[in-house]
């Protein structure tokens, strides 16, 4: 995922979560949930990182962790990280390689599932995290592609993870740093992308899949305290919602106790 | 008896890094960044430098606020664990500087195209993406077997390629070991090849470890003992990752007299490495000194 969105701040807007978890940490387990057992998962930066940890460390024992730095690793790391570079992340990993490696595995078609943060989404699933008022009037130069781009492009899917604001969840990105479904059905492989596309969104406020015929983002869960209408008010295009909207489920105790053991200074999980 | 490579920091970079150079930083990514490099190319006031790398951390963000830079080449310049750098955004914003934007698989082949001494490598990323609006060095092309569209990504041939490595010789062969980023194939394709070493070492201690050799060392032009060169990027098998001074640098660096205060600070008023060692503190070092030691079995190369 790329590194500045920062998702892990509730809105003024939003109703706090019930006491005992955070919005984060409600936010990495839904993360780590998407996570199948055995499958190939390329890390990417903040929460993400957590998520690994905790697929890995409850129901996902045998995923294989892939990093953009040139790291593979299949055991949890010894100590706490902040970030992916950090000592313990390289203590017996895998493998230690080059970047182009961890790509060639992505860009062959060996990873299963990736995660990536937004600045900007629009309801096609693409995202922008390079200039906020496009290339015409730059009003907000962002960090940009990083892994991300590479990551949405070429990934068997893809999980977005960012903050659900109106002026994040816009009609139309303004620019496009990694493509989701572009202008719709049919557009990634006209394009020439070999596979992939966003296959769930995990925002401060609710969960969103995409709809297999038109690409659309559809919401299908909202978090504990949040309703449909504030998902609304705060997303830039007429929502669709599935049948049956569900609550997001919360993290148990033993996920949460992981979490405190990955994240115990709270850097990214705290209130 | 050949040549020694051995140079300081002043004269390696007063010897080969002129003004509008192209500069390759930050090739391990996140680790091993040649912060100490850097820091000297400010301090010498370079002027006009195209920067390349994948995500340089805060060290491409500290050539810009210093006004060494005019041309970024690169996937990402953010600070990792804060977000925005704003020196980068003031740049870009204000229309003096010039982005060329990749992504970390389009830098590596790049550099890849470079290494290999041919004119671009194919791809399958980024293909229908707006980085094409803001990279020249990108087309779109059909694959002449397949018939697929593939990105052609254009050879990035830097003028010196940075790097910080755990130990050296004197005559440029270097051991690295951790991730490893594009620092390969980064070397390969540039020019020159500035190395800063934690340690000098004989150079039996590189040859008995030939496979850990990050670059044969003709192709180097100068070695520097720069003990803790890339503080705070973590160094594997010296140091930890320096989280605080990360968070430090962005809230010092949000206002321009914020960052010129940080630059007075922590890169004009450094003289030796001496000065950076007595600025960090003896306990804030001991902070970083690995707490477990896990050494590698040695490897047999015997015949």
């Known amino acids: 995922m790329d590194r500045h969105s920062n998702p892990t701040r509730p809105q003024d807007s939003e109703k706090s979560p019930p006491i005992g978890f955070t919005l984060p940490q409600l936010m990495v387990t839904a993360a780590a949930r998407e996570i199948r057992d055995g499958e190939v998962v390329f890390v990417g930066m903040r929460l993400p990182l957590l998520g690994f940890l905790l697929a890995k460390s409850t129901h996902a024992p045998n995923a294989i962790g892939v990093y953009e730095l040139g790291i593979v690793r299949d055991t949890v790391a010894p100590a706490p990280i902040l970030t992916m570079g950090d000592l313990p992340n390289l203590y017996h990993a895998q493998w230690l390689a080059d970047t182009a490696d961890a790509m060639g595995l992505l860009q062959q078609g060996q990873v299963d599932v990736s995660f990536i943060g937004g600045a900007q989404v629009d309801r096609f699933g693409n995202l922008n995290t390079s200039y906020v008022g496009g290339l015409s009037r730059i009003a907000t130069r962002l960090p940009g592609s990083g892994g991300a781009c590479d990551l949405a492009s070429l990934a068997g899917r893809h999980i977005i993870v960012m903050s659900h604001e109106k002026r994040r969840f816009v009609p139309r990105v303004d620019y496009m740093t990694s493509p989701g479904y572009g202008e719709g059905p049919g557009w990634r492989r006209r394009v020439g992308l070999p596979r992939g596309g966003p296959a769930a969104v995990i925002t401060t406020l609710g969960v969103f899949h995409f709809d297999a015929k038109t690409c659309e983002m559809i919401l299908v869960a909202v978090h504990p305290g949040v309703t449909v209408e504030a998902v609304q008010a705060h997303t830039g295009w007429p929502l669709r919602v599935a049948p049956e909207v569900h609550q997001t489920p919360v993290p148990g105790e033993e996920e949460l106790a992981m979490l405190r053991r990955f994240d115990p200074q709270g850097y990214w999980t705290g209130s | ?303």
């Not at chain 2, 590189?206 to 060392?217: A, E, H, K, M, W």
């Not at chain 2, 160094?235 to 007075?264: C, K, M």
């Not at chain 2, 003896?282 to 047999?300: C, E, F």
């Open chain 2, 1 to 303: 008896m050949r040549p020694s490579k051995l140079l300081t920091l002043p004269e390696a970079i007063g010897r080969f890094v002129p003004d509008d150079s192209s500069v390759a930083l930050g090739l391990s990514l996140e680790s091993l960044i040649p912060f100490a490099a850097g820091h000297e190319l400010i301090r010498q006031r370079k002027r006009h430098l195209t920067l390349i790398g994948p995500i340089s951390d805060i060290l491409f963000d500290q050539l810009i606020g210093a006004g060494c830079a005019r041309r970024v080449r690169a996937a990402w310049v953010g600070n990792v664990i804060t977000g925005s750098c704003y020196n980068l955004r003031r740049g870009v914003e204000s229309g003096v500087l010039e982005m060329e934007d990749h992504s970390n698989l389009t830098l590596a082949l790049g550099l890849r195209a470079g290494a290999m001494g041919v004119s671009f490598m194919p791809a399958r990323t980024a293909l229908g993406s707006d980085l094409f609006k803001t990279n020249i060095g990108l087309k779109v092309i059909t694959c002449p077997f397949s018939g697929d569209r593939l990105t052609a990504v254009a050879a990035i041939n830097p003028d010196v390629a940075f790097i910080h490595v755990q130990r050296a010789d004197e005559f440029g062969n270097a051991h690295a070991w951790g991730n490893l980023g594009v620092t390969r194939d980064a070397c390969l394709a540039s020019r020159h090849i500035i190395i800063t070493a934690e340690e000098i070492v004989a150079p039996d201690v590189i040859r008995s470890d030939p496979n850990r050799v990050i670059t044969p060392g003709f192709r180097v032009s100068a070695v520097v003992h720069r003990p803790w060169g890339a503080h705070p990027a973590p160094v594997p098998g010296h140091y930890n990752r320096d989280h605080q001074a990360f968070i430090d640098y962005r809230g010092a660096s949000q206002t321009l007299e914020g960052f010129d205060e940080w630059q007075r600070c922590w890169v004009d008023a450094v003289g030796s490495p001496e000065d950076y060692l007595d600025l960090l503190g003896t306990d804030r070092a001991a902070g970083l000194a690995l707490k477990n030691h896990a050494p590698s079995a040695p490897a047999d190369f015997g015949y």
